[in-house]
């Protein structure tokens, strides 16, 4: 019975470390035969998530389990990566169900919510670990991105993320785009690298986001972002335009406090002599083309791309 107590002891311990579940193989390790460990699915113990994995306990488990779930059932030498990596190192949110897993040639077949991902090899140092589990590096992760059509300024914010939160080496990031040269994603983020600068665009809402991605792919030149004009920080100021642009969303601006403290904000530029316009998240989601063509005629630019047209 003490022998018993030990080994629920070191399960519940090994699973805290891996988001609440864990392998077969790791229970065969810690001493439990396969009756034992059957004995346990019965008993309602453990709680099956892929074959040969399971949740300890009960049956709910987050996204770091369902992380770690996934790499357990890929076998061993399974990592982290693509989306799912990008997501684990906070560099861009996926909408995704699906976990990405890249396996080797001895990496198991297909598991349900898993996407799998195969490599001939895989470099050791483009494979790291991110609190114990097996996921590739930062720089790893953005040419994975790359390679997927992550482009423009998404790649660009992933890259920002990445600087801002001092988990990219640049130089190896050059160095794994050499290594790769003429592969999928390289080009696009090499070019990328060559004309990137650092912290100079400072967004902070997927809103920001937006009115950017189409700037850029209406060829509009890049405004300063969260900037200090007349005292207050702005959201877009084009300076030699004299536009000021507020992205508002319902989230922070829909208090009397708020809409009072906006209309203030846009009479002090007014009276400096800006020009101010203001774009919802309905607006700027549901009517790009709206959105754009405000921007375009406020900075005397014509139309070139119908590629977002929505009235």
Known sequence: MRREL????????LAGRQGGVTARRQLVALGLSASAIDRRVRAGRLHVLHRGVYSVGHRVVGVVGRRWAAVLACGDGA???????AAAWDLRASASAAI?????????????GVRL?????????????LDGLPITTPARTLLDLAANRV???PLEAALDRAELLRILDFTELRGLLARHAGRPGTSSLDAMLSRYRAGTVNTRSRLEELILELCDAHRLPRPNVNTVIEGKERDFCW???GLVVEA???????SPRALNDDRERDVKLTLAGYRMLRFT???????????????????????????????
């Open 239 to 241: 300076v030699d335009a």
């Open 100 to 112: 990405h897993v890249t396996v080797g040639p001895g990496g198991r077949g297909r598991r349900p």
């Open 151 to 153: 482009r423009g300024r």
């Open 6 to 13: 030990v080994i629920d002891q070191e399960i519940a311990a």
């Open 281 to 311: 998240w309905e607006q700027v989601t549901r009517r790009p083309r709206y959105v754009t063509e405000a921007l375009l005629s406020a900075l005397d630019y014509e139309f070139t791309s119908d590629s977002d047209a929505n009235s």
């Open 79 to 85: 990592v982290l990566s693509h989306f799912s990596a």
């Open 248 to 254: 508002d969303s319902y989230a922070w601006h829909r």
């Open 117 to 129: 991902h195969w490599r001939v090899a895989q470099a050791p140092d483009e494979i790291t670990e």
